[in-house]
C-alpha cells in the first residue's frame, strides 16, 4: 500500500503508475490529482481567487492534461 502525506508522495506514486500501465491514469487518478491541485492553489492563491474559480481552474487544466498530455489526438 502507498501513503501519500503531500505533493511529492502524489507525483512518485503517479510517475510509478506510469511507468507500469499505460492506462493507469483514470478516473480516480484524476479525481485525485485535481483534489490535490486544489488545496496547493488554495494554499497560494486564497487572497486573489475564490474557491469557485480555483475548481472551474483546476477542472479546465484537469481537462488539458487529459487531451494534451495523456489522451493526445494526433493531428494530421
Known amino acids: 500500500m502507498n501513503t501519500i502525506q503531500n505533493t511529492n508522495d502524489l507525483l512518485a506514486f503517479l510517475e510509478r503508475q506510469a511507468e507500469q500501465r499505460q492506462d493507469w491514469f483514470g478516473w480516480r487518478q484524476q479525481k485525485l490529482t485535481a483534489i490535490t491541485l486544489i488545496h496547493e ?23 488539458l492534461i487529459y487531451n494534451q498530455i495523456i489522451k493526445p489526438q494526433n493531428k494530421t
Do not use: G, K
Not at 41 to 63: G, K, Y
Open 41 to 63: 492553489i488554495s494554499a497560494r492563491h486564497a487572497n486573489t481567487m475564490t474557491p469557485q474559480e480555483i475548481v472551474d481552474f483546476v477542472m479546465r487544466l484537469n481537462q
